[in-house]
C-alpha cells in the first residue's frame, strides 16, 4: 500500500529513483494507496501526470479536474493538490516528479525561462486533454521519460533530461500565451498551507476545530469552508486520517504496541481508534500488521 511521506510543513517527502538526482518516475495504479486517494500535500517539485488507462479526478487549489485516457496535468510547484479515483475506479497513469535544476544550470536560461513559470501564481496547473493541438507532443515526452525509466539503462536519467527540457519548452509556450502579470499568492492558500503543517506538526496533541482554525488565523466556519475547498474534506477528518496514515508506518516500523501507536497518534481510546482504521483500510491495526511486516 502506498504511503506519502511528508514533512512537518506539509511537503511531500519526495523519495527519488536515485541519490542525489532529483527525479522521480513511476508508473502505477490508483489502488495502491488507501481508497483510492492520495492525501492532499504539495512539494517544491513539478509533478507531471498522464493518464494511461481509465480516469482520475485531481483536485489543484480547490479545484477539480476531471483527466481522461490520454489527458495529462502540470502541478506548477507549492501548489495543494491531490488525486483520487473516479467513481471508485482503477486509473493506471504515470508520474513524473523533477526540480528544476534539472533543466539548467544557466542562470539566463533560469531567469529567462523557468523562474516567470515557477513564480507565476496564477498558473497553478496546466491540463492538456487529448484532443489538444500539442497534445501529441506532450505525451511522446512523457512517454518517452517512462520508457527510459523501464529500460532503466545506464545513464537514462541524461536521455530523460533531454526530453524534459523539451517538454518544458510546451509548458513555456503556454506560459507566454496565457500568463498575465505576476500575481501575490491568495491569503486563502496561505492559510490553508498554514493548518495542514500545523497538523502534521501536531497531530499526536489533543486538537479541536478551533485550534486548526487559529494556525491559519481564519475563524472555524472559514476553516471548514478552505479544507473542504482544498482538501475536500472537513478538517477533523483531514486530521483523522493524516493520524491514521502516520499509523500505518509505526505499526510496520516499530514494535510498538497497538494502544501506545493510537496515544502517540493522538487517539485517546483504542476502540476508536481500531473503528477508523477498519473503515479506512478495510482490516483491523493487528491484521494490518501482520500483512504489512517486511519479510
Known amino acids: 500500500m502506498k504511503m506519502i511521506d511528508m514533512m512537518p510543513d506539509g511537503s511531500e517527502i519526495i523519495h ?21 486517494r492520495a492525501l492532499c500535500h ?20 480547490g479545484q477539480k479536474i476531471l483527466l481522461k485516457e490520454n489527458d495529462s496535468i502540470f502541478i506548477n510547484t507549492k501548489q495543494m493538490h491531490y488525486g483520487y479515483s473516479n467513481q471508485n475506479q482503477d486509473c493506471l497513469f504515470v508520474c513524473i ?13 533560469y531567469h529567462s525561462y523557468i523562474r516567470p513559470v515557477t513564480e507565476c ?19 511522446f515526452c512523457i ?35 496565457y500568463s498575465s502579470p505576476a500575481q501575490e499568492t491568495e491569503p486563502d492558500l496561505l492559510s490553508q498551507r498554514a493548518m495542514v503543517s500545523f497538523i502534521h506538526q501536531h497531530y499526536s496533541e489533543k486538537l479541536t476545530l478551533a485550534d486548526i482554525a487559529a494556525s ?7 476553516c471548514c469552508l478552505l479544507f473542504r475547498e482544498y482538501a475536500g474534506q ?4 483531514f486530521l483523522n486520517i493524516y493520524r491514521l496514515k502516520v499509523s500505518c508506518d509505526l505499526l510496520t516500523r516499530t514494535s510498538k504496541s497497538i494502544t501506545d501507536i493510537a496515544l502517540s497518534c493522538g487517539f485517546n481510546h483504542l476502540s476508536y481508534y481500531s ?21
Not at 234 to 237: E, K, V
Open 234 to 237: 472537513p478538517p477533523i477528518d
Open 275 to 295: 473503528k477508523l482504521f477498519l473503515q479506512k483500510y478495510g482490516c483491523t491495526p493487528s491484521e494490518y500488521r501482520k500483512l504489512n511486516l517486511p519479510e
Open 97 to 109: 516528479l523533477f526540480h528544476t535544476s534539472l533543466i539548467t544550470k544557466s542562470s539566463t536560461l
Open 16 to 36: 527519488y529513483d536515485k541519490p542525489g538526482i532529483p527525479l522521480y518516475i513511476q508508473t502505477g495504479e490508483l489502488s495502491s494507496y488507501p481508497n483510492k
Open 143 to 177: 512517454d518517452q521519460i517512462a520508457e527510459c525509466k523501464k529500460q532503466n539503462t545506464f545513464g537514462y536519467e541524461l536521455t530523460a533530461c533531454g526530453y524534459l527540457s523539451l517538454l518544458w519548452n510546451y509548458i513555456f509556450e503556454y506560459y507566454s500565451r
Open 121 to 139: 501564481r496564477q498558473l497553478e496547473y496546466i491540463h492538456t486533454q487529448a484532443s489538444d493541438q500539442n497534445a501529441g507532443k506532450i505525451t
Open 42 to 61: 504539495w512539494h517544491e517539485d513539478i509533478e507531471i501526470i498522464r493518464i494511461l488507462q481509465g480516469s482520475m479526478n485531481y483536485y489543484v487549489n
Open 216 to 222: 491559519g488565523n481564519v475563524c472555524r466556519n472559514k
